[in-house]
C-alpha cells in the first residue's frame, strides 16, 4: 500500500518543538520516538505507509495536547523487525510509554496507522482512553468482508499475500497510479494536507523494508481482535475512499461495541484528513467528562 509517489516527496522539515531521540529497547531494538513534552492530555500518533511517525503539523501545536509517536520498524533508524504484526505495536507503545512515565492516553491514526491505533485499543486495555482512526484498513481474516473489494488499485497488497519475495519483486518495478486519488485528495494534498510530502521520501530513503513488513503485516493476522477494545472509539473513513474502502470501517464499526462510524461523503483517502481535528475535539470532550 503505497499512499503516494515516492519521488514527489521532498526532505522532511523540522516540526516546532518535537524531540526526537532513539530510544533502545531491551532486546537490542532501536526505535526513533518523536516527544512535544508533557501535557495534560498525551495522544500517540500512528503514521500511514509508507511515512514517517512526525506528529501531523495540522494539530501537532494544539494546547494541551502531549502528541508521542515513533518511526515502525524498519522506517528512518527504527531497526527492522521482521515478521512483524500490526498487533506488534501494542508492545511499542507501552515500551514508549513507560520511557517517557506516561500512564494513559488516546491512540490515533491514518490508513495503515489506523490499524496500528485499533490493535492497540484492543490490546493495552484500560491504558487507551480513547481509539480515534481514519480511512483505516481492517484485519485480513476479516469474516464476511471482501477485503480486497472496491479497492482502485490492490496489486500491491495482493503481492504481499505471496510472500516477502513476491512483495519485493513487486516494489521493484512498482509505479504509483495517481487515479487511486480522488479530485479532493489531490486538492488536500497541495493544500491542508500538504505536509504528507513531508514524511514519505525519508522513509523510503534506505529501501521499502518499512513499506513491505507494513504491508505483509496487514495481510497476515493481527494477532488481536477488534472486538476486545473497551475504550470509545471513532472510525473516520471517506465514502469515496479508492485506497481502501469504507466498507473496511463499516465492518470494524460492527465489530467493536464501544465504536462510532462516521462516514465523509465526498471525501477520499487523503481528504478524510480535513476532519482530523474533529477527531481530536472528540477525544478532548471524552478527557473532559
Not at 38 to 66: C, K
Not at 82 to 101: I, Q, Y
Not at 189 to 214: C, E, F, R
Request: glycine share 10%; charged share 20%; aromatic share 6%.
Amino acid at each position: 500500500m503505497r499512499c503516494l509517489p515516492a519521488r514527489a516527496y521532498r526532505r522532511s522539515r523540522t516540526l516546532g518543538p518535537v524531540i526526537e531521540r532513539d530510544l533502545n529497547l531491551p532486546n537490542g531494538q532501536v526505535l526513533h520516538i518523536y516527544d512535544t513534552g508533557p501535557a495534560d492530555l498525551t495522544v500517540f500518533w500512528h503514521h500511514g505507509t509508507p511515512n514517517l511517525g512526525t506528529p501531523p503539523p495540522p494539530l501537532a501545536n494544539t494546547r494541551g495536547i502531549r502528541w508521542v509517536s515513533y518511526d515502525r520498524p524498519a522506517y528512518g533508524t527504527s531497526t527492522p523487525v521482521p515478521g512483524r504484526t500490526v498487533g506488534s505495536a501494542a508492545g511499542l507503545v507501552s515500551a514508549v510509554a513507560d520511557s517517557l512515565g506516561i500512564k494513559e492516553f488516546a491512540v490515533m491514526g491514518h490508513s495503515g496507522g489506523g490499524s496500528h491505533a485499533v490493535a492497540c485499543g484492543a490490546l493495552l486495555g484500560d491504558r487507551v482512553i480513547a481509539v480515534a482512526a481514519m480511512a483505516t484498513v481492517a484485519p485480513f481474516d476479516a469474516e464476511g468482508l471482501d477485503w480486497f473489494g472496491g479497492m482502485h488499485s490492490a496489486a500491491s497488497l495482493r503481492a504481499a499475500t505471496a510472500g516477502r519475495e513476491a512483495k519485493e519483486r513487486h516494489e521493484a518495478s512498482a509505479e504509483f497510479d495517481p487515479e487511486v486519488f480522488t479530485a479532493a485528495d489531490h486538492h488536500a494534498l497541495s493544500g491542508s494536507q500538504s505536509w504528507l510530502n513531508d514524511v514519505v521520501g525519508p522513509a523510503v530513503a534506505a529501501g521499502p523494508d518499512g513499506l513491505i513488513d507494513d504491508d505483509i503485516a496487514y495481510v497476515t493476522p493481527w494477532g488481536c481482535d477488534p472486538a476486545r477494545i473497551t475504550a470509545p472509539t471513532l472510525l473516520l473513513h471517506g465514502d469515496e475512499d479508492r485506497m481502501i474502502p469504507v466498507s473496511h470501517s463499516v465492518w470494524l464499526a460492527a465489530q467493536c461495541p464501544t465504536a462510532e462510524l462516521r462516514r465523509s461523503p465526498g471525501d477520499g483517502h487523503i481528504s478524510v484528513l480535513n476532519r482530523s481535528a474533529e477527531a481530536l475535539d472528540w477525544i478532548i470532550r471524552l478527557r473532559d467528562w
